[in-house]
C-alpha cells in the first residue's frame, strides 16, 4: 500500500468505510475524539482531535486490539465535525429492522455524496448501489429475502403499492437523518430476478451548498471572471449547454446563489420540476398538465423580475419569449440542447430565432462537463502517452508528467474522488455579431474563436486541468472525445 503515514487526508473528499466505523462505538469516539477511516493490512488509520495524545491512542489500540495509525487532518479543527457527523447523537431506534438498515444506507449514501441508491436483486444476491461522482458501486451485499424486506419496507414508507410487483409504480420518500431532512424520489420495476428499486437523492440547499459556491466549480481564472462580469449585467441572455450529467442545474443554481446574495434583485425561475428549493427565489414549477411553459414565462414579465432563471429552452416560442424579455430588461439564465458553445447558436438560429435578436440578446454561451479528480492519497505521476501527447497538444514537453490514477481503500479502489467541470465559454463580441448576421459557417466561427480569438475548447481546458494534476487524459478523453471539434 502508499505511504499512507505521511500522507495529508482530506476529510472533505474521503469516506470512512463501513468496517472502520463499526470497530469503535460511537461513545467512545465521541470521547477519545477519535475518527476510524478504514482498516487496511490489519491497522486501523484514524484521525484524533489531538494527535499527539498517546494515552488516547494506547487506550484505542487495546479496544480495537489492532496497531493503530493516525493520519493528519488536513483541517485539523474539521476532525470534531466529521465525529459528529458519522456519529450523530441521536441513535436510531430502528437498529436492526428494514428501516434501520435503510436510514443507514441512506447516512451512507449522503456522506459519499451519492446522487443515487440502487436495490438490485440478481441470481444469487441483492445488490446495494450507490452512483458517486457519477459512476455506479457496488456498497453492500444482502440475501434476496432481506433485500425483498429492505424494498417493502420502503414501498410501505414511500406510499407504494406493496402488493404490486408487476408494475412500475414511483413515490416519494422522506427521511431525517439526524438533523438532515433527506427527500428521495423512489422507483421500481420488475426485473428478472425480482423487484428493483432506484432512489433518487434531492438535493436541498444545505446538501448543496459545499459545492454550490461559483469559486468551486473548478473554472480557471479566466473563466470565473468572464462569468461573474456577464452576471453583472442588467439584461441579455447567458446560455449553458451540455449533456445529461454535465453539471449544467449545479452551475446555473451556484450562479441564482451569487446573484441574490446582495438581496437586491427580484429572482424568478421556472423550472419542470424545481430541483433544489432555493431560499429567497421565487420558484414555478411547471407542471404540463396545468400550467403550460410558455404561458407561466410570459406572465412572471409582470412580477418585475430582474432575473429569470428558465430550466430549459426546448422549443422556438420559449427561445422567442427568453430572448424578448431580455431585451426588456431582464438577465436571463437557461440552458439548451447542443453539444459545444458554437452549437448554441446555430441551435438557437435552427429554433427560428431571427440573428438580429440572437445578436443583441446573447451575452455568453459556455458548453460544459463534469470530469473526476484523482484521489490524493494514491494518485501517481507518469509521462503521458504517445497517443495523450497527440490529443493534447504535449509534443513539446519531454519533460511533462500527468496524473496516473490507482486505487487505495480511502477511494474504494476507485482512483478517484470528487469532480470538478471543464468548460468552454464563448462572450459574444462584435465580430460573432458580424458572423452570425452574415450567417456564416458554425466552422468558421469556431475558427474564429479558438484559433483567431484563442479561447479554449473543453478539451483545451481539460489538458490545462491534466497539468494543473487536478483530472487524468482518461477522464477528460472520456467526456470530450467524441463530440470534438
Ligand atoms: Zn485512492
Not at 248 to 259: C, E, G, N, S
Not at 345 to 366: C, D, Q, T, W, Y
Not at 402 to 418: E, F, I, R, S, W
Request: with cysteine.
Amino acid at each position: 500500500m502508499m505511504s499512507l503515514e505521511k500522507n495529508v487526508i482530506d476529510l472533505s473528499r474521503v469516506v470512512s468505510s463501513r468496517d472502520a466505523l463499526r470497530i469503535l462505538p460511537p461513545a467512545m469516539a465521541r470521547r477519545l475524539g477519535v475518527l476510524p477511516i478504514m482498516i487496511a493490512d490489519e491497522k486501523l488509520y484514524v484521525v484524533m482531535e489531538d494527535g499527539e495524545d498517546y494515552l488516547v491512542l494506547s487506550q484505542l489500540e487495546n479496544l480495537v486490539g489492532l496497531p493503530v495509525i493516525v493520519l493528519k487532518p488536513k483541517t485539523p479543527e474539521s476532525v470534531t465535525v466529521f465525529i459528529r457527523k458519522y456519529y450523530p447523537e441521536q441513535v436510531s431506534e430502528l437498529d436492526g429492522t428494514p428501516l434501520g438498515l435503510l436510514e443507514e444506507i441512506v447516512f451512507r449514501a449522503m456522506l459519499s455524496r451519492s446522487s443515487d441508491i440502487h436495490f438490485d436483486p440478481e441470481r444469487d444476491n441483492g445488490y446495494i448501489r450507490l452512483r458517486i461522482d457519477g459512476m455506479i458501486r457496488v456498497e453492500q451485499t444482502l440475501p434476496l429475502a432481506g433485500m425483498n424486506e429492505l424494498i417493502s419496507a420502503v414501498k410501505v414508507s414511500s406510499g407504494l403499492n406493496i402488493a404490486e410487483h408487476r408494475i412500475p409504480q414511483d413515490g416519494q420518500l422522506t427521511l431525517w437523518i439526524g438533523n438532515d431532512e433527506i427527500s428521495m424520489r423512489v422507483a421500481t420495476v420488475p426485473t428478472l430476478y425480482g423487484e428493483k428499486m432506484t432512489l433518487r437523492i434531492l438535493a436541498t440547499e444545505s446538501t448543496l451548498s459545499e459545492l454550490a459556491e461559483l469559486d468551486m466549480l473548478g473554472m480557471n481564472e479566466q473563466h470565473l471572471q468572464l462569468f461573474l462580469d456577464t452576471l453583472e449585467s442588467s439584461h441579455g441572455v447567458i446560455l449553458l449547454s451540455g449533456p445529461t450529467g454535465s453539471g449544467k442545474t449545479t452551475t446555473l443554481y451556484a450562479a441564482l446563489r451569487h446573484l441574490k446574495k446582495p438581496g437586491t434583485l427580484h429572482i424568478l425561475s421556472i423550472e419542470d420540476p424545481v430541483e433544489i428549493p432555493l431560499d429567497g427565489i421565487n420558484q414555478i414549477r411547471i407542471d404540463s398538465e396545468r400550467i403550460d411553459f410558455n404561458r407561466a414565462l410570459r406572465s412572471t414579465l409582470r412580477h418585475d423580475p430582474d432575473v429569470i432563471m428558465i430550466g430549459e429552452i426546448r422549443d422556438a416560442e420559449t427561445a422567442d419569449i427568453a430572448i424578448k424579455s431580455s431585451l426588456t430588461g431582464h438577465l436571463v439564465l437557461s440552458t439548451l440542447h447542443a453539444n459545444d458553445s458554437v452549437g448554441v447558436i446555430a441551435r438557437l438560429l435552427n429554433l427560428g430565432v431571427v440573428p438580429e435578436l440572437v445578436n443583441s440578446a446573447l451575452r455568453l454561451v459556455i458548453a460544459q462537463r463534469l470530469v473526476r479528480s484523482p484521489c490524493p492519497h494514491c494518485v501517481r505521476l507518469e509521462p503521458p502517452s504517445t497517443v495523450d501527447r497527440e490529443f493534447f497538444g504535449w509534443n513539446n514537453d519531454a519533460e511533462m508528467l500527468v496524473p496516473k490514477t490507482a486505487g487505495c481503500p480511502l477511494c474504494n479502489q476507485t482512483g478517484y474522488a470528487g469532480r470538478l467541470g471543464l468548460y468552454e465559454m464563448i462572450p459574444v463580441d462584435r465580430n460573432v455579431r458580424e458572423m452570425v448576421r452574415n450567417k456564416e459557417s458554425e466552422d468558421a466561427l469556431s475558427h474564429y474563436l479558438f484559433n483567431d480569438r484563442s479561447l479554449l475548447t473543453l478539451r483545451a481546458d481539460g489538458a490545462e486541468k491534466i497539468r494543473k494534476g487536478l483530472t487524468t487524459p482518461e477522464e477528460v478523453k472520456r467526456v470530450v472525445y467524441l463530440n470534438d471539434k
